[in-house]
Nanobody
C-alpha cells in the first residue's frame, strides 16, 4: 500500500524554523510532482507549495513566499518543507500529497502539527 508519512512538526516560537519531511513508501513517487498543504482550525485546507519531480520548478502560496522552501531528495523518496520566520498564522496541520500546484492530488499523508507560539 502506498504511503506518505510526514514528520518534523512541533512547537516553535515566532521567528523560529522547522523542517518538515514527507517520506514516500515507493520509489515511483520520485517520478511525480509533490505538494504541501495546511489546514488551520476552523479553516479550509490551503495550498502551501509544490515541486516538480525533477525539482526544477516550484510554486508557493503568496503567504509563505520568501519564508518557506520546498525541496526533494529523489534518492530518499523524500520531500521537504523548510519553514523559516514562522508566524502564529502558520499554525496548522501540514499535509504532503502527490500532485502539482493547484491541481488534483491523489495520495495524502496523515499530517503533522505545527504550532507557532507568540
Amino acid at each position: 500500500q502506498v504511503q506518505l508519512v510526514e514528520s518534523g512538526g512541533g512547537l516553535v516560537q515566532v521567528g523560529g524554523s522547522l523542517r518538515l519531511s514527507c517520506a514516500a513508501s515507493e520509489r515511483a513517487f520520485s517520478r511525480y510532482p509533490m505538494g504541501w498543504f495546511r489546514q488551520a482550525p476552523g479553516k479550509e485546507r490551503e495550498f502551501v507549495a509544490s515541486i516538480t519531480w525533477s525539482g526544477d520548478y516550484t510554486l508557493y502560496a503568496d503567504s509563505v513566499k520568501g519564508r518557506f522552501t520546498i525541496s526533494r531528495d529523489i534518492s530518499k523518496n523524500t520531500v521537504y518543507l523548510q519553514m523559516n520566520s514562522l508566524e502564529p498564522e502558520d499554525t496548522a496541520v501540514y499535509y504532503c500529497a502527490r500532485g502539482w500546484g493547484h491541481g488534483d492530488y491523489d495520495y495524502w499523508g496523515q499530517g503533522t502539527q505545527v504550532t507557532v507560539s507568540s
